[in-house]
């Protein structure tokens, strides 16, 4: 579906996206963040209550749009073949207009080129919006100058995958499809005391109940993974903004290959940070054909 598996001599050298990025990996643990404090402002904003995990999971992207925008790092991580991939991705979204700019860095596979087959580790520039992923610096015979454009609701994923990142408000939207929640206690975040949840989020629900620029991608993914259940660990902080967010997806590229299991963490901080994306015209958009393989 959304990797393929590269083989060079007898091992596996990479995990690589089809349709556009190149890889595909997750992350598990912190990745630091803002020192802000996470207790209410006085403003009247709600505060997080642990006896209500539904309700505080369901609304989590409806904080998020209050909130406006944010920086993130992202992290994917998978293992196929003996080979384990990571991405990392930093970058800021809003999440008023779901749209988003983030670096993207592909990991270097043991000849000390990344997954993109490029020298240098050069990173990928990804732009986010609804129904939308663009790409710079994709590789694969695409030109310096130009972007990619992919239409995410026909990607099997719903770019919950392929472009190495989760889009930071469908990561939230899961949310909305949450069942068998557990809270897991109060722990600290960056500084930042949050309230852990543990679940499984049904990826059919959560396109049901998502907004209506979400919908497409996520009724795609639900269509397109092996398992609608997506497993997740989720940290709200005390005004409900969801501080970081853990899945672990399911998916077989085809009828006969394995499962594999992709773990994508994403962290958010900096609430409040204004954020400006400028989608490319379509002069500067590539359509040729991209080199795969």
């Not at 642990?50 to 991580?77: C, I, Y």
């Not at 490029?118 to 030109?143: C, Q, S």
């Not at 299991?261 to 400006?276: D, I, R």
């Amino acid at each position: 579906m959304v990797v393929q598996q590269y083989r060079d001599g007898g091992g596996a050298r990479a995990v690589r996206a089809l349709a556009v990025a190149g890889v595909i990996a997750v992350t598990a643990g912190c990745f630091g963040g803002d020192g802000e404090s996470g207790a209410s402002d006085g403003s009247g904003r709600r505060s997080v209550a642990a006896d209500r995990p539904l309700d505080l999971l369901g609304q989590a992207a409806d904080v998020l749009v209050e909130a406006g925008g944010a920086e993130t790092r992202t992290s994917m991580e998978t293992a196929a073949g003996g080979t384990r991939v990571t991405i990392r991705a930093q970058g800021a979204y809003d999440f008023r207009r779901q749209m988003g700019r983030l670096k993207v860095v592909l990991p270097e596979d043991a000849a000390g080129e990344d997954a993109a087959g490029a020298d240098g580790h050069r990173p990928i520039t990804e732009l986010l919006a609804p129904g939308a992923l663009y790409m710079k610096n994709r590789g694969a015979g695409v030109p310096d100058d130009k972007w990619v454009r992919v239409d995410t609701t026909t990607l099997k994923d719903g770019n919950l995958l392929t472009g190495g990142v989760t889009d930071p408000m469908a990561a939230a939207e899961l949310l909305r499809g949450a069942a068998d929640v557990t809270y897991a206690g109060k722990s600290e975040l960056a500084g930042v005391t949050v309230r852990h949840y543990r679940g499984v989020a049904d990826l059919g629900r959560a396109a049901r109940a998502a907004s209506p620029q979400s919908r497409g991608a996520l009724a795609a993914a639900a269509k397109g993974f092996s398992k609608d259940a997506v497993p997740f660990d989720a940290y709200l902080d005390e005004e409900g903004r969801l501080r970081k967010v853990r899945h672990r997806f399911t998916f077989s590229a085809d009828s006969r290959a394995p499962e594999v299991s992709v773990v994508s963490t994403l962290l958010l901080y900096g609430f409040g940070l204004p954020v400006t994306v400028t989608l490319p015209d379509e002069d500067s958009l590539y359509t040729g054909e991209i080199r795969q393989g």
